[in-house]
């Protein structure tokens, strides 16, 4: 009888976990199992089972540690998760909140944090203080430095209170005015001119958001392309001043006031949220409002400014592409492409350019669309063949 005797690793492994590997004592070529890169051995000494060793003690990396492997060897790595960085050397890994070392790459004077989602660092300004600059250049300045704290012109910017809030101290020889949330500033020994009142924006229009206007409506201005429209609706005559706070661009007091002085427009070079505005008016009103001007949408006490090509497609028509003007912003319309205008430059009608000219195509040809661009396509009739090339192109019959 014949014995065929061959390695027993070769045989499901030598009876070893699937993850490790099967190996033979010197002595006496007995089984030895062993776990392979990557892999911890859980169990006994009889029964050895191999665990991913990511996920026994999370791979001896340590806490507020990640546990990957290696591409091609599954050799066990460790990285800080985020918001940690690595305090000890590349061999012993001791992930420390990032915060605690350089203030988390946050610029001096800057307050570091985590987001509570992914606990990225966030770097961020204490109360009081403001982002000021852009990227690496990034720096928290003094709030009253930015255009003296959204404070009126005539106005000294401090801070008090537990959260160093903006506090606005009219300067000698100015008195307050309350305008809602802002303190206003005038001159204390300036009488109004005979017939003058001062006037405030309509409460419900404040913190109004723009961005953009329809244009047509509104005048160009070298101070922006985003136009606000204000408006007298009472027996007042005219705007003799006005001052707009807005979010960003700050107190805004340069105006356009057309078709007549009861209308003050005035701009700001980005979209921008108009905190509140108030005036010197010729007449006896008190209050003004924002106006239309815009594609205005919402209620007439709570006026929000939509691009106007959301709007009824700007007014376009239907076929037609709405966009604006580079430089004015003015509502450009145009027709899709697969249509032509039947219409005349100012009132635009789309119509299908297949029911025009034949589309272009030649005499006899068929004039259709492409399925997915819509673009005119010609075609030969049934019995007809396309000869010739480009505009020399037409439709001859089959011989």
Known sequence: ????????????????????????????????????????????????????????????????????????????????????????SDSTLSCIDSCNRDNGGCQPGAVCSHDPVTFAVVCGCPDGFVNSGCGADSKCVDVCEVKNGGCDPNAACSHGGLKNAVVCTCKKGYTPVASGSVTICVQATTTLAPGTQKAFLKVAHMNSMNPGFQTGQCPSSPDGRYGWHLLLQGTSTSFVSISCLFKSAGVVTSMIQTPSNKHAYVFTPTADTLLDAWAVVQGPDTEFVL??????????????????????????GPNAQCSHESGTFAVVCKCQVGYINSGSDSTLSCIDSCKRDNGGCQPGAVCSHDPVTFAVVCGCPDGFVNSGCGADSKCVGRF
């Open 1 to 88: 009888m014949m014995y065929f005797i061959s390695d027993s690793c070769t045989w499901y492994n030598g009876g070893c976990d699937v993850n490790a590997e099967c190996t033979h004592r010197d002595a006496d070529f007995a089984v030895v199992c062993g776990c392979r890169k990557g892999y911890t051995k859980v169990g006994t000494e009889d029964v050895v089972k191999c665990k991913d060793s990511c996920y026994e003690n999370n791979g001896e990396c340590g806490p507020n540690a990640q546990c990957s492997h290696e591409s091609g060897t599954f050799a066990v790595v460790c990285k800080c998760q985020v918001g940690y960085v690595n305090s000890g």
């Open 291 to 316: 106006s239309h001007g815009y594609t205005k949408v919402g209620t007439e006490d709570v006026v929000k400014c939509k691009d106007s090509c959301y709007e009824n497609n700007g007014e376009c």
